[in-house]
């Protein structure tokens, strides 16, 4: 299988991940980048950012940014928006789950 395709398809999964994660509590990115690399995941902000800006831009997430420290953090929290997608997301993996491991 080309790194292309399985790129397309690992990006998919990274953003169930973050909005699973934007359910259970706002984060920022480098902890995200840290949660995603336990799951084998290994990308960069250069990855990330653009990955939650285009999902923000979606309607999946909002930012706010807070003063942590004498530097703004930027936190992400999911939106009524983002729950539907995950809870769409979810239903459909649980069935390719049980279809491909039947």
């Keep these: 299988m080309s790194n292309k395709i ?3 398809l690992f990006l ?5 991940h973050i909005l699973y994660h934007a ?3 706002p984060f920022f990115g480098s902890w995200m980048m ?10 960069g902000p250069g990855t990330l950012y653009p990955i939650l800006h285009s999902m923000e831009k979606e309607g999946l997430l909002v930012r706010e940014d807070k003063l942590i420290n004498g530097k703004i953090r ?3 929290s999911i939106t ?4 539907e997608a995950l809870k769409e997301a979810k239903k459909r993996a649980k ?4 279809e491909i491991f039947k």
């Design 74 to 76: 930027k936190y992400y």
């Design 80 to 83: 009524k928006e983002g729950i």
């Design 95 to 98: 069935q390719l789950y049980e």
């Design 23 to 25: 359910y259970k509590e």
């Design 12 to 16: 998919g999964f990274i953003q169930v």
């Design 34 to 43: 840290e949660e995603l690399k336990e799951h084998g995941y290994n990308i």
């Design 6 to 8: 399985l790129r397309k």
